[in-house]
């Protein structure tokens, strides 16, 4: 882990994926876009009792962080702050400021994608594609676009509430709101994770694998490790029981190679996934809350960082139920994989936790965790008519909304597993999954939602709850 600058203190808005935030200092990690001249910032942000202050100048910054310059006596100090730990009305108002004069659709796209990683930010997306979709539309200049946000102040409204009220104008129809817009060719080139030779993975790898075994010391905690051809698998199990976990995770990786078309060998990784498993569930939180900084970490079974840096470390504590441990050994590696598939771009709650379960109900049949939740979700669907309130919109899907998740995703599976990589691809490559769904399926979630409900018996089956339309303003 890097070292937490104490004199800016971020909180983290509850990422499954990136669990803890980290400001680094005297570095600049991943600042594609440079920001010339840079734009001078003045920020308090409240959160509970404490007012957080972000005075600086923005230099640069990428689809996951952003760098702040400031001025400490006469020695200039660059901190990267993860877009994350902010709430979503600042960080819309951040691409405002920095896109005021060079703004393009492409730019707004990629804004949306932040966005949409973070929670509650999803109605700021929509506002950043409303604006992508007008210049794209009608071909405005950034100059044009600075005229359209002037003269909705000037009604009375901020500019995030005026593009609210015209959202609606970019739909299809009240039944289907799907924005129509072209989108760049794929991969985007500045999401994709940096390619490096073997040497140089190794090299990264052992440096991971140093910071990672620093912190098991930390807490007096005594391992053995597995090394396998995609993993490192740490462990106070027999070594035994860890070699037949670790070839259960190396056949997973290969059927995930396979679904998504890959050649056999392939490495996606930053040179190796690191696992770690505790036996006990004591040492489990004690390593996740003293070592990693983790203050929920009794909540967990198991947890995937996918880090900034391209790392990925995964763990659990062994549960007394070997499938169930199973179950979510393969459902959390399945995130660390998505995660570093094709791109850095992060796939919806609703796409990554259905994907993880119909891996895991795969690779664990013995299991039948997910097939109970399928069950329980089909019940849930014949009383909502709904797959519950934010199922599409959230960063993070209820626990109970998992069953619909999965049972989705074979049905997405079911219709063409061809289909399915294309829907994929299309939200790695930085497009919206409602776009991407259009593109792979030739649908909208409305229709989406309504064959999918026919083929489990639950007519008249829709995409939002009632809760959904009122804070899309949307009508079903």
């Not at 019940?379 to 709904?386: A, G, T």
Request: charged share 30%.
């Amino acid at each position: 882990m890097g070292r937490i600058d104490l004199k800016v203190v971020l909180w983290s808005w509850g990422c499954v994926f990136v669990a803890v935030m980290l400001l680094s200092g005297s570095r600049v990690m991943g600042a594609e876009v440079t920001v010339k001249p840079g734009i001078k910032i003045k920020m308090k942000i409240k959160h509970d009792s404490e007012v957080i202050r972000l005075n600086g100048v923005l230099i640069g910054y990428n689809e996951m962080e952003f760098v702040l310059e400031t001025q400490e006596g006469e020695l200039a100090v660059r901190r990267v702050v993860h877009w994350q730990s902010l709430p979503p009305n600042k960080v819309f108002e951040l691409f405002r400021l920095i896109l005021k004069k060079k703004a393009t659709a492409e730019k707004w796209e990629r804004a949306a994608a932040v966005l949409d990683g973070i929670e509650g930010g999803q109605r700021f997306a929509e506002n950043a594609r409303s604006l992508a979709a007008r210049l794209e539309k009608k071909g405005r200049s950034a100059k044009d676009d600075d005229a359209l946000e002037e003269g909705s102040e000037e009604a009375g409204q901020s500019p995030a509430e005026a593009m609210d009220s015209d959202a609606s104008g970019d739909t299809e129809s009240s039944e289907s709101p799907t924005i129509k817009r072209s989108i760049a060719p794929s991969p985007v080139e500045d999401l994709r994770w940096p390619k490096h030779n073997e040497k140089d993975y190794r090299a990264a790898l052992d440096q991971f694998r140093q910071r990672v075994e620093n912190d098991m010391r930390s807490i007096d905690w005594e391992w053995r490790f597995v090394e396998t051809q995609y993993f490192v698998f740490y462990t106070d199990m027999r070594l035994r029981e860890a070699r037949n976990w670790a070839k259960q995770l190396d056949n997973m990786y290969d059927k995930m190679l396979d679904l998504f078309g890959a050649e056999k060998g392939t490495n996606i990784w930053k040179g190796k996934a690191v696992i770690v498993v505790f036996k006990g569930k004591n040492d489990f939180v004690r390593y996740l809350r003293d070592a990693i900084g983790n203050k929920d970490a009794n909540n967990y079974l198991g947890i995937c960082y996918n880090y900034s840096s391209g790392d990925t470390q995964i763990i659990f504590y062994r549960q007394p139920d070997t499938y169930a441990f199973g179950k979510l050994l393969v459902h959390e590696t399945v995130h660390g994989f998505l995660a570093r598939y094709r791109s850095r771009v992060h796939i919806r709650s609703c796409w990554n936790e259905g994907l993880a379960d119909v891996i895991a109900k795969m690779m664990v049949e013995k299991s039948d965790m997910v097939a109970k939740k399928q069950r329980s979700a089909v019940r849930m669907l014949r009383d909502l008519r709904h797959p519950g309130d934010g199922f599409f919109l959230s960063s993070q899907i209820e626990w109970v909304q998992y069953g619909v998740a999965s049972l989705l995703t074979e049905y997405l599976l079911e219709l063409g597993p061809k289909k399915y990589i294309k829907f994929i691809n299309g939200m790695k490559d930085g497009r919206n999954w409602k776009v991407a769904l259009q593109s792979a399926y030739g649908m909208d979630e409305y229709q989406l939602m309504k064959v999918f409900g026919e083929a489990h018996e639950v007519p008249n089956l829709k995409p939002y709850s009632r809760r959904d339309i009122r804070e899309l303003n949307l009508e079903q």
